[in-house]
């Protein structure tokens, strides 16, 4: 087992640790925030709000929308530091897996990826696959997630990454909609 490997077990062990038995239900609304990190330097550490709901617990439908706060970088030929941020506005599908007390994601975003160099800014078409973990633990819904952005080079003055692995932790609070009754 590698040592990335090993710190992402230490780091959900707490959760799974802490699992809720999920009821049967016709829908759970989960309304909440995500914080983020993307390894390409124009993603960076990012912040964001969360939407969306679980169709008895099989199917998952959300919005999520994200700012990522980038970093300075130096292209070749540049003065001074380059400054890129990024705004992601996407709906996301997903299927819940049932394991045991959690729901194992995997899903794709769709939306658009909004870049952003000084006063220039350009929107392109973003793809993200990933795969989340949806962990009850004393009331909220903790999801950590890994997710691939995939959108088309942006026209900006200065060429940035465009795609790339992004982590996240989703912290939402569960709604229930309905109950099935047997």
């Known amino acids: 087992m590698t040592p990335f490997a090993r710190r992402v077990l230490l780091c959900l062990a707490p959760c799974i640790a802490g699992t809720t038995p999920a009821a049967a239900q016709m829908g759970e609304l989960q309304l909440g925030g995500i914080v983020s990190y993307g390894a390409p330097r124009s993603f960076g550490e990012g912040a964001g709000l969360v939407a969306g709901i679980g169709l008895a617990r099989l199917v998952y439908v959300g919005t999520r929308w994200v700012y990522q706060a980038g ?48 006063t220039t800014h350009d929107a392109e078409l973003l793809i993200a696959p990933g795969l989340a973990v949806h962990v009850h633990v004393a009331g909220i819904v903790a999801i950590p997630e890994l997710e691939y952005l995939w959108a088309n080079p942006p026209r900006l003055p200065w060429a940035v990454s465009n795609r790339g692995l992004v982590a996240g932790l989703r912290v939402v609070i569960p709604i229930e909609l309905r109950r099935i009754r047997y």
């Open 71 to 118: 970093s300075g970088e130096r292209p070749d030929g540049a003065q001074i530091d380059i400054a890129t941020h990024t705004q992601r506005f996407t709906a996301d599908f997903g299927i819940m897996l049932p394991v045991q007390g959690l729901e194992i994601v995997p899903g794709v975003g769709l939306g658009a990826l909004r870049f952003t160099q000084g």
